[in-house]
């Protein structure tokens, strides 16, 4: 091969028959970078990635996907919505119980639903006090504003919280996965905490899903059964209706658990954000709604793009699960 000529100023070992490998400049990344990624700088040349078989990749992946899959077969909580009330809900939980096996459930390949962006695409994302409590918790930053806080860009805070929720043993996010039905039993008189639960009330006891992409394929390819977790309590976090949201609560009207939704009404910053913090519940035993999924079953107006009520619409889910989850659990081993 024809020598290659390298100005002499351009830090680049040259491949040749005796390599002069220049050793890391230490003044190169100011100590700024560990010295094992600094001693990569002006090396690329020898540089070269540990061996592998492609047999081995795959079997990496799958492995341990099945494995998760088996593992949250049986789930103690389903988080469905991998938006900002559902990461909310989920770090809330997992952080106050890392006993619990938590799955949650994003149709999209990309979880953080909405919160990738403020309102009409725009970077920031405005958060009403005391919403700032929740992002000095999970360590998102912010500029103070008085009454509202502002993090500089809605994707520094989903990226935050979807890494402090990832990295948390207990729970397991399946993307690209969509919930398709819920799995319910019949709740009998007497098995609610006052005993005023009727016949014909059923009680949520997990989630039916399937790869999205099969989802979206029902109508044109047939046998594509789907999957399930079982859980005795399951939160649904699907945003407001439209070709995927408001998923649980469309069904729990399907299955004249509710009578109607009462639609989302206009927009009222002010009204929207307290009614729906203080409406997350369990709609049905075993379900529990938060977000604006439950702005189509109250009737709340919308909000807006301001986002402190997605994220205490989470931390109330997590207390809901908390307050019900040993009641609903006794229910699902009888
Ligand atoms: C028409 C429209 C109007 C809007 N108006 C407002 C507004 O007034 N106020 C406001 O705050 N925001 C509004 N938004 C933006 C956005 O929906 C919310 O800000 C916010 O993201 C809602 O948070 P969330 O966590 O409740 O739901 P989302 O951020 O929407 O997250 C829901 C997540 O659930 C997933 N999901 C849905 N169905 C399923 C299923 N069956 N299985 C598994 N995963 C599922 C979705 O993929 C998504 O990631 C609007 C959006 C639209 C499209």
């Not at 989920?90 to 999209?108: C, H």
């Not at 390949?109 to 999970?138: C, I, T």
């Not at 039993?185 to 016949?199: A, N, P, Q, W």
């Amino acid at each position: 091969m024809a020598p290659i000529a390298i100005p002499t100023s351009t830090p680049v070992a040259v491949a040749s028959k005796a390599p002069a490998v220049k050793s890391p400049d230490p003044d190169t990344t100011n100590g700024k970078l560990s010295p094992a990624l600094t001693a990569m700088f002006h090396n690329w040349s020898t540089f070269s990635f540990a061996p592998i078989r492609e047999s081995t990749v795959s079997r990496a992946m799958t492995r341990r996907y099945f494995h998760d899959l088996d593992t949250h077969a049986e789930s103690d909580v389903v988080i469905i919505g991998a938006g900002s009330c559902g990461l909310s809900c989920a770090y809330t939980l997992a952080t106050l119980r890392p006993d619990l096996r938590i799955s949650i459930v994003e149709a999209g390949v990309a979880p953080g639903g909405g919160a990738w962006l403020g309102g009409q695409l725009f970077s920031a994302m405005v958060m009403r006090k005391p919403a700032d409590v929740f992002l000095r918790d999970v360590g998102v930053p912010f500029e103070d504003e008085g009454d509202y806080v502002v993090v500089k860009h809605a994707a520094l805070f989903t990226s935050t919280v979807l890494s402090r929720v990832l990295g948390m043993e207990n729970v397991k996010l399946f993307n690209a996965t969509a919930v398709e039905d819920l799995i319910t039993r019949r709740h009998h008189e007497g098995d609610g905490e006052d005993g005023e639960e009727g016949e014909g009330k059923i009680r949520v006891a997990g989630v039916v899903t399937n790869w999205t992409l099969v989802s979206m394929h029902h109508d044109d390819q047939s046998c594509m059964d789907p999957n399930t977790i079982n859980a005795p309590v399951v939160v649904s976090t699907t945003g407001h209706d439209g070709p995927f949201g408001a998923f649980s609560v469309k069904r729990l009207v399907g299955m004249k658990q509710i009578e109607k939704l009462g639609g989302m009404r206009g927009l009222d910053m002010q009204a929207a954000e307290d009614a729906i913090v203080k409406g997350t519940r369990e709609i049905v035993p075993g379900l529990i709604v938060g977000g604006m999924e439950l702005s189509e079953v109250d009737g709340a107006n919308r909000m807006g793009p301001t986002f402190g009520a997605m994220v205490l619409s989470g931390v109330k889910a997590a207390e809901e699960v908390l307050r019900v989850f040993d009641l609903r659990k006794a229910q699902n081993d009888k």
